[in-house]
């Protein structure tokens, strides 16, 4: 499949979503969610971790005020001066990288790395989608873990809906969504109104089966792969909210 959309490295996309995507009622979420993700995640304290597209920091800051050694990095600049901005204001030491997931690697770095809110599946070619994971394969110390979070296809295929929208104060999102190449591809149009003005966005990205993961990490070498239906660590069953898979180095 031909990259047609690079709508993931478009600064206004992420800056004109973030009230939606990475609204205050997210961010009073997070120390629940950092709480559920070091249950999964078993990590010994103090460890480092990597949040691979890391945005604002929203799950950084809160590991590094729990002690935990914290590298975020992202490719939208604009989100990572409000990440170290943040940080300061907290006084919390966390390193924020601007990076390319396809290219950042630090061998034997890290005792885990997270991938949280659908941040893997944006490239066309499966193959860089691959070299994401076998760069973050490379980045764990041995033993090292890897959280990835995402709607799986299993939970999209039963609540799929052609069009929707969503409110928040004066911002309305119209969505509209189409799946295709059996399965495999989303694509979405995005219409963001705001104050009177419009603003349209093309979203595309793979979606996951549970069992199509896990095939894809065990080829890029990881082990003792565990799929689960949130980051509370429910069963990945027909009950699932979104696609949670825990993968080991070793």
């Known amino acids: 499949m031909a990259d047609t959309s690079v709508w993931h490295e478009d600064d206004e996309f992420w800056k004109t979503l973030e009230p939606l ?97 659908t941040s893997f599946g944006y490239f066309a070619d499966p193959a860089q989608n691959r070299q994401v994971l076998a760069n973050v394969y490379q980045s764990l110390k041995d033993g090292g873990v890897l959280l990835v ?14 069009r929707g929208w969503t409110e928040k104060g004066d911002i309305m999102l119209l969505q509209e969504r189409k799946v295709v190449n059996d399965w495999r591809w989303m694509e979405n149009r995005w219409i963001f109104i705001q104050d009177g003005a419009r603003r349209e966005f093309k979203v595309t990205h793979w979606i996951y089966s549970a069992a199509e993961m896990a095939d894809l990490l065990t080829a890029c070498g990881f082990q003792a792969v565990n799929a689960y239906g949130d980051v509370e660590g429910h069963p990945y069953d027909h009950t699932a909210r979104r696609l949670v898979v825990v993968a080991r180095k070793g």
């Open 149 to 162: 979070e995402m709607m799986g296809k299993e939970v999209l295929a039963r609540i799929f809906a052609e």
């Open 21 to 117: 995507m990475l609204s205050e009622e997210r961010w009073e979420t997070t120390a629940t969610e950092v709480d559920n993700l070091l249950s999964l995640l078993a990590l010994q304290p103090g460890a480092a971790v990597l949040d691979l597209c890391c945005g604002p920091g929203r799950h950084s800051l809160d590991l590094a005020r729990r002690g935990f050694r914290v590298t975020g990095v992202d490719r939208t600049e604009p989100y990572l001066r409000e990440a170290r901005a943040r940080a300061a204001q907290k006084g919390l030491d966390v390193e924020f990288v601007q990076g390319d997931m396809r290219r950042f690697i630090r061998a034997g770095a890290f005792g885990a790395t997270i991938m949280m809110n």
